[in-house]
């Protein structure tokens, strides 16, 4: 409640300086903004669709992520206020500008017609211009600019924000989300109606067209990227292929799955062949071998017939070579002849045995020319295995080299194919990512397709309300509470001491009262000054009368005490002496310098009060003594000791430091003087603090109000 009183009273104090600095500011901006010229806001809005838009990638129009689509709107609305967007928006207007040879309501006004005039001179004009061709007018302006960015035209142009085509100006515009919509609504403000609406139209131009080439290229690279791989990983699949397909025809393999599977079929067929060939050899050396035990007597005569032996062994060969082409070759003419050969000399053979032994038998009486034909038989027959059997024994030798051939050439054959199959599965996923990517790239541009202008910018036919009188109400209220402002902040950063309740806080001892600044008493025409100053001197002596004991003689002894120098110990000891002999009291006054003692070294060795002065104290009541100020003189500690009562006056405008804390607190413990502060120039809120509220002339409004802020709600009159 107090800190409320006390801001109270700060705002009354500078009241007047607050109405005067609010009136001269408001009379200045309303000078100031006279002539200031109208403005016209056009608008428009963009549908984006990236909340509830279709895409390549959400074909059923599906929710978006709500931080994604944040993000999105934000990516757009940041694009729209980039220096690169705003800048060419403004040469682009300027191309516009350029192309017209005199003003028009819809295209520019007379006024900004004459300002361009005045920036882009005749022959600069012409340099840029191109007739009927504003693209063109626009890149060369464009050259302009980055060539001569230092010219002043160019500055005044493009770096003006006077200039309807600088950056400084256009980036006024005002972007923002149609609260959870997909439309941006953008909006500027310019003096020229015109310009307000081109402005806006060439935007949603270079904004859309801007959006796409972002989109395209984010995805340009990476398409390219995919390309790239895909080509590498498609080589190296062909290169794989082509080294399978030369192992294959080197090795003169066509399928080596079923080739393989052939092979062991025609090995199996073969070892079946030769295990029945093998169990024929034995049948048939066994009959032999029976037969030629039947013939044993005419057997050595056959041994000796050379030329039975010599038709027998060629028998053997033909029936070798028979044997060959059965199981390889298979050529039936020459397998034909060599049969017919062989019957030939099989038959004459079985003629000349027929002929030598027509009368011969065996021993067991059998007649030899049947057994002859026997034998004969199945020796033929013996010959024709052992020759089968050697072929298929060397074939058996071919087909374990065929195996060895055909392992090598199977893992072989199984190491390009996983090659292969892994250079594949790397093709098809690179092929996969490219699609990938190409589909969202079409997703990119089909989206930046999707912008469209809902609402075109229109043409303001009527300006905005004037903001002047808002400026005026404005620099009002600003400069009206700057004053108030200030005073707070210099009240609260003021480390002086300014009040009694501080001096407390600061120095430990008891505050007794204060003196008010002589300037401020005298100022209150309303006030007696006299009955004021008797008012709170009687306070303070009551309150130093205090210590006084009940028997004690007198005079009564007290000490008007500073720290340090000028805090007022003279001023207040009058003051004091004055009031006490209105009260009828007889009072000493013992002081410094002229009229009183001498300050020196050899005070600090005054034990009695009587070596300052010849007076007889006994014969007053009151005897005040002017201490020096502590800190800065020398004073004579039994004179603190032995009065009654030491008054440290403390100058109120001063900060309260260390030393002041140290020497108070050598005074109470170590000299065990009792002190009492009194504080010197005190403002008239610390007064009223102390003696109450004092009789000022107040309005009914201020009344109501100060009981409003006490919570005083009943008349403080007593009615009896």
């Known amino acids: 409640m107090t800190n409320l009183i006390h801001f109270i009273r700060l705002l009354q104090r500078n009241l007047k300086w607050m109405f005067a600095l609010a009136i001269l500011t408001s009379v200045v901006v309303f000078w100031f903004t006279r002539n200031t010229p109208k403005e016209y806001q056009s608008e428009t809005e963009i549908f984006t669709g990236i909340t509830s838009g279709l895409s390549i990638e959400n074909v059923d129009g599906g929710k978006t992520d709500f931080f994604a689509s944040n993000n999105a709107f934000d990516n757009l609305i940041n694009i729209i206020q980039s220096r690169q967007t705003l800048q060419e928006v403004g040469m682009r207007l300027l191309a516009n500008h350029l192309m017209v040879k005199e003003h028009s309501l819809e295209v520019i006004s007379q006024e900004s017609f004459d300002q361009l005039n005045e920036w882009i001179n005749a022959e600069t004009r012409a340099k840029l211009v191109v007739a009927g061709d504003t693209e063109a007018t626009y890149q060369n302006i464009l050259t302009w600019y980055k060539n001569e960015f230092y010219a002043d035209a160019v500055g005044m142009v493009f770096n003006s924000g006077a200039s309807p085509y600088s950056y400084k100006s256009i980036k006024n515009i005002t972007v923002m989300r149609v609260q959870n919509s997909d439309l941006l609504r953008i909006s500027y403000l310019w003096t020229d109606p015109a310009i307000a609406q081109q402005t806006l139209e060439i935007l949603n131009h270079v904004f859309i067209r801007m959006v796409a080439d972002i989109k395209v290229a984010q995805t340009n690279d990476i398409v390219a990227y995919f390309r790239k791989q895909v080509s590498m990983a498609n080589d190296r699949l062909s290169v794989a ?48 071998r029976k037969l030629e035990k039947q013939l044993s007597v005419n057997k050595e005569m056959l041994k000796y017939s050379e030329n039975l032996l010599s038709k027998r062994q060629t028998l053997a060969d033909i029936n070798s070579k028979i044997a060959v082409l059965e199981v390889y070759l298979n050529d039936e003419e020459t397998l034909s002849n060599l049969r017919n050969e062989a019957a030939k000399l099989k038959a004459e053979m079985s003629n000349d045995l027929l002929s030598r032994m027509e009368y011969s038998r065996t021993t067991e009486g059998v007649p030899v020319n049947r057994i002859l034909e026997e034998w004969l038989d199945n020796t033929l027959a013996l010959d024709r295995t052992k020759a089968r059997i050697k072929v298929y024994e060397n074939r058996k030798v071919y087909f374990n080299d065929l195996y060895d051939e055909f392992s090598v050439i199977g893992s072989t054959i199984g190491k390009i194919e996983r090659e292969i199959s892994i250079e594949e599965k790397n093709y098809l996923e690179l092929l996969h990512s490219l699609n990938l990517a190409l589909m969202r790239m079409s997703s990119e541009t089909l989206a930046s397709d999707g912008l469209q202008v809902t609402v075109a910018p229109f043409f303001p036919l009527s300006p905005l309300p004037s903001k002047r009188m808002l400026l005026v109400m404005l620099s009002f209220i600003l400069t009206f509470a700057l004053p108030f402002v200030w005073a707070v902040a210099k009240d609260l950063l003021d480390l002086s001491i300014k009040s009694g309740v501080r001096l407390a806080k600061f ?16 100022s209150l025409k309303s006030v007696d000054a006299d009955k004021f100053t008797s008012q709170y001197l009687r306070l303070i002596w009551s309150k130093i009368e205090s210590q006084k004991g009940a028997g004690e003689k007198k005079p009564f002894v007290v000490n008007l005490v500073s720290l340090r120098k000028t805090e007022g110990k003279s001023y207040a000891a009058a003051k004091l002496s004055q009031e006490l002999q209105k009260q009828g009291l007889h009072v000493y006054s013992l002081t410094t310098g002229e009229g009183g003692y001498e300050v020196n070294q050899k005070l600090s060795q005054v034990t009695k009060l009587e070596e300052l002065t010849s007076e ?24 603190l000791k032995t009065s009654h009562a030491n008054i440290v006056v403390t100058w109120a405008g001063r900060i309260w430091g260390e030393a002041d804390n140290r020497k108070l607190s050598e005074l109470q413990h170590q000299e065990n003087a009792q002190l009492l502060m009194l504080l010197n120039g005190a403002d008239l809120d610390e007064m009223e603090t102390l003696l109450g509220e004092l009789p000022k002339k107040r309005s009914m409004l201020r009344t109501y109000l100060k009981r409003f802020v006490q919570l005083q709600f009943k008349s403080s009159v007593a009615s009896a």
């Open 616 to 639: 007889p104290l006994n014969e007053y009541d009151v005897v005040l003594v002017e201490i020096p100020a502590l800190i800065d003189e020398p004073y004579s500690k039994n004179l």
């Open 241 to 288: 292929e082509e080294k399978l397909k030369i192992f294959k025809t080197e090795n003169r393999v066509i399928n080596y799955g079923e080739q393989t599977k052939s092979i062991a079929m025609m090995k199996e067929y073969m070892e079946d062949e030769y295990q029945k060939e093998i169990a024929a050899l034995a049948s048939e050396e066994a009959a032999v």
């Open 507 to 522: 120095s430990g001892a008891p505050h007794i009262g204060s003196l008010p600044q002589e300037r401020l008493v005298t």
